[in-house]
């Protein structure tokens, strides 16, 4: 999933993350209302609360698992069979975000576990196309690589 | 504000229904509740129609139209919705409103899916939401609620299991359920897993099939004697705020909070309920919301037989979603026929002894973390 060439892959939606150099450094792309001082996943086109501009804000790349559960039935998108997904708590904002998780750590899931942001291919867009997913995994794992 | 009364009810078999259409099926219900409820096709004056899947699987729409001219009722308002698995409940509430507002006097609403064909796959929030392209289909949504549950409050496997058996033991005695087999915690839990901690028969299937209601003002009512009053519809979207507690459903509670308040109600006044069972956990997290236990105890209440037939406060004696097959349409008017049944004193084997009020529950779509729709809807007879 961190073959060479796969940044040229389309994400599997715009604006949604940004990978640093190499791979590295991925962090998650939201937005933040500074009227409201509340921060979104992913950015709305406006302020749910006051309708408002919205500015992005880089939500960074950790946190750790709050709820996760690993889908074991043909899965849609090409996504891998079983592939994992979770509610992460990132820090920082707080915000409690849905996530795919990382399909080579699904037995260390558990609740509380820290976890850093990756980016990789991972499956179809919606016209079926290969694309990158955002994707959670163990944090220690992704210090190393 | 009129008075609202449930005058007929019809439903089809539930189950594969390969060589029937959906129009087929939606006026074979619609037409057993107006031979129910004794009303002449030409007395109804506003139609609702509900359907989740007949444009996404087969490009259909206005259904409604065909289906209402298939049982003779044309020229009249009929309003086709889309509404997740609250389709056929958050149509009975427009009912009762335009009826409460003397806009109407006899609304027909009728719910199905035909949904058992290949192009169907698990249900999900829409193609187009983030959440469903990272992966969220609606079991691993209800799994995750589980996960978190049994971390805080101890909620087991067995205790979820244990919804699952009691609602296939109601369904043994229920002709009009589709599995019908008696099942047992071994049995639950040894299925496949296809989301953990949730295995195969602690999901609802689908199911082709269709149910339909008639309600009515009370000068509108043909004839008094089975009829039903409606005492409450209470409708919520969820609040979506971040972080949710997915393991205290604070949608769910304000829902069954606002049934109860506009009722003049408490959980002890419910002779018997029917919720929404698409999961084990779901009933569990729904116990708690109902008020039936304090939140976190719905496990243990789930395994103490007081919500089985003839314990203290009876859930899904019909056999809930898990036995009854789930198209999302038909769903929560499926509920409100086994109310009436119930309510009339007409349930057989399964009838709760001395039936005299019922709430029939429903939850749907997914965002953010929390629900897009729920209702609640209070009947007495
Ligand atoms: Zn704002």
């Given amino acids: ?145 | 504000m009129n008075e609202v009364y449930l005058a007929g009810v019809g439903m089809t078999a539930f189950g594969v229904h390969a060589e029937r259409t959906l129009v087929d099926l939606a006026g074979e219900a619609a037409g057993l509740a107006l031979a129910d409820a004794g009303l002449e096709p030409g007395r109804v004056d506003m139609g609702f129609f509900a359907s989740a899947t007949a444009a996404p699987l087969f490009k259909d729409v206005t259904v409604g139209q065909n289906v209402f001219w298939s049982v003779g009722i044309n020229q009249i308002p009929i309003f086709n919705l889309e509404n997740a698995c609250t389709s056929g409940s958050a149509a009975f509430y427009l009912a009762c409103n335009a009826i409460a507002a003397g806009q109407a006097r006899a609304v027909l609403v009728v719910g199905g899916e035909k949904m058992c064909v290949p192009e169907a796959g698990l249900l999900n929030s829409g193609a187009t939401e983030l959440d469903t392209q990272l992966g969220l289909v609606t079991p691993a949504s209800f799994a995750m609620r589980a996960v978190r549950h049994m971390a805080e409050f101890g909620t087991t496997a067995e205790q979820m299991a244990a919804v699952a058996v009691k609602n296939r033991e109601h369904a043994s005695f229920n002709p009009m359920a589709q599995f019908r087999k008696p099942t047992n915690v071994a049995e639950v839990l040894g299925s496949p897993m296809i989301a953990d901690p949730l295995t195969r028969l602690q999901c609802c299937p689908i199911a082709d099939g269709a149910a339909a209601v008639l309600l009515c003002a009370k000068e509108a009512v043909p004839s008094l004697d089975r009829c039903l009053r409606v005492r409450a519809w209470a409708y919520g979207t969820g609040d979506y705020a971040n972080p949710q507690d997915m393991a205290r459903w604070g949608t769910d509670y304000r829902v069954c909070a606002s049934a109860y308040a506009l009722a003049g109600m408490q959980p002890a006044d419910l002779d018997l309920i029917e919720c929404h069972d698409a999961f084990t956990i779901g009933e569990i997290l729904h116990y708690e919301a109902l008020g039936l236990c304090a939140p976190g105890e719905g496990g243990k209440l789930a395994a103490s037989g007081d919500t089985a037939l003839g314990g203290r406060i009876p859930v899904n004696v019909s056999g809930g979603l898990l036995s009854r097959g789930h198209p999302p349409g038909a769903t929560g008017l499926a509920q409100v026929w086994e109310l009436a049944t119930q309510l009339r004193n007409e349930a057989g084997e399964r009838q709760v002894a001395g039936a005299g009020t019922g709430l029939a529950h429903c939850m749907g779509g997914d965002k953010d973390g929390d629900a897009k729709s729920c209702t609640a809807i209070i009947i007495t007879n």
Avoid at chain 1, 4 to 22: D, K, N, R, S, Y
Avoid at chain 1, 90 to 108: A, F, I, N, T
């Fill in chain 1, 1 to 145: 999933m961190h073959s060479e060439g796969t940044a040229q892959l389309p994400p599997v939606a715009p604006g949604i993350f940004t990978t640093g150099q190499e791979g590295e450094g991925s962090s998650l792309l939201g937005g933040a209302c500074p009227a409201c001082d509340r921060d979104f996943f992913p950015r709305p086109s406006r302020c749910p609360l006051c309708l408002g501009a919205i500015d992005e804000k880089n939500l960074g790349s950790t946190g750790k698992l709050y709820t996760f559960t690993v889908v074991r039935v043909k899965p849609s998108w090409g996504l891998p069979c079983p592939y994992g997904v979770g509610y992460v708590d990132l820090d920082g904002s707080g915000l409690r975000v849905l996530g795919l998780l990382d399909p080579e750590s699904l037995d260390r899931l558990e609740i509380g576990l820290p976890l850093r942001l990756a980016v990789g291919e991972m499956g179809v867009d919606l016209r079926g196309n290969p694309c990158l997913r955002p994707f959670f995994q163990p944090a220690e794992e992704g210090a190393h690589e």
